[in-house]
């Protein structure tokens, strides 16, 4: 099906680890379809070619939690945590080794209604389809909130999908935004050459030492870890205690500040008054879900969302969607949940194709 107007079950918007997973479950259940990937290279997020994140970029759990069905992530010689570059290696194996039909680079520029089929809309051709999964990430659209006197500021603004690595800011006042894994990570990054302040909006939350993020994706290990710290389950929010961090706290810079009020033009000013001069805001304010192909389909509400009954969209009931966060299945914007949403929402779309 890699030409121009060619006719498939199944049509996989995005190859990165959400889109392979379900290409996983589609081949065991022998259906047809195939994967359109935008990016040059497997990993998605992760590829390796493409390489748009720091160097020190590690997962926040050791490769056998951090595996796609039916293969587990071989593990890193001499690493606990997986460098990205692994990652990546082992996404591209994963493909190969299932034989993933992927097409790539195609980059889908809209869904829309046709004839009583889906009709996928890409670079290089379009595809008819009886049912759509959409698994095309957040990296693309990262989101700075627009704070006030964002505008005034006259030093350097960046977000977490524009960090490369420290160096450029060797000596240099960065203020980090943000309470979660990418801010701590980054900002211990940083702290080795830069004067660094952190602020975040509520307070942060760490994980106990000796605990790594597997638990963020595991709800049995959650249960257990509420049930020592007295808090409740673990959030995808909280900060895992990866070595970079432990040695940021042990030199004493892994305090957050709360949210400033405003930017001024050197810097930052808090509701009491006090300000502080930085060169640079490096905002670690997440993504958001990357959806405009969808929007011929009319699946948003009144609030923008896309309402969901499991994995399928309500208002158009051939169109699934995984990968994006907890609202398209629990920790399914990570390795592991993106695998585990995904064998459902296969198993419901191989129902429809049996009986409708
Ligand atoms: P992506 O990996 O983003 O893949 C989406 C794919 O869709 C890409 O290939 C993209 O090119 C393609 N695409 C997008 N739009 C289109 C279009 N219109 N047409 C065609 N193709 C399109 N997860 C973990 O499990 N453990 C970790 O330790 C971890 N650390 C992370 C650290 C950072 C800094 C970040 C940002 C994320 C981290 N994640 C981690 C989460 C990460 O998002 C997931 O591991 C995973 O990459 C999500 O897979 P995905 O397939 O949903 O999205």
């Known amino acids: 099906a890699a030409s121009a107007d060619a006719e498939t079950d199944v049509v996989v918007i995005g190859g ?105 809309v890409g670079s290089t051709g379009t595809w008819r389809a009886r049912h759509v999964v959409s698994a095309t990430g957040t990296w693309r659209r990262p989101y700075t909130p627009d704070h006030p006197g964002r505008h005034l500021f006259e030093g350097r603004q960046l977000h977490t999908a524009d960090y490369r690595g420290p160096e450029e800011f060797a000596g240099r006042r960065v203020t980090v935004v943000g309470g979660g894994n990418s801010a701590a990570q980054l900002l211990a990054d ?59 706290r042990d030199r004493g810079v892994l305090t957050a500040l709360p949210m400033f009020e405003r930017l001024t033009r050197t810097g930052v000013a808090w509701a009491d008054g006090s300000e502080r001069e930085t060169d640079a805001v490096l905002w670690c304010t997440g993504f958001r879900p990357v959806l405009d192909h969808l929007a011929p389909l009319e699946p948003f509400d009144a609030d923008g969302r896309i309402p969901l009954d499991g994995n399928r969209s309500v208002r158009e009931p051939r169109l699934h969607l995984i990968g994006y966060g907890d609202w398209t299945g629990a920790a399914s914007d990570t390795l592991v949940g993106a695998g585990r949403t995904a064998g459902a929402a296969v198993a419901r779309i191989v129902e429809d194709l049996r009986t409708g």
């Open 16 to 120: 990165g680890p959400a889109g392979l997973a379900t290409g996983y479950h589609l081949t065991r259940e022998q259906a047809d379809y195939v994967i359109l990937d935008g990016q040059g290279a497997p990993g998605g997020f992760w590829d390796r070619a493409w390489s748009n994140y720091w160097d020190s970029l590690r997962l926040i759990s050791p490769a056998e939690h951090s595996s796609l069905p039916g293969w587990r992530m071989p593990g890193e010689p001499g690493q606990e945590l997986p460098s990205a570059r692994h990652v990546a290696d082992y996404l591209a194996a994963y493909e190969r080794r299932y034989g993933l039909p992927v097409r790539r680079p195609v980059t889908v520029t809209g869904v829309r209604r046709a004839d009583g089929a889906l009709e996928v």
């Open 190 to 248: 940083l702290s080795e050459v830069a004067h660094t302040t952190w602020v975040a909006r509520r307070p942060v939350r760490f994980m106990p030492d000796d605990v790594d993020g597997r638990v963020l994706f595991d709800a049995d290990t959650q249960r257990a870890l509420g049930g020592r710290t007295g808090r409740g389950a673990a959030s995808p929010g909280d900060i895992v205690m990866v070595p970079s961090v432990r040695r940021a």
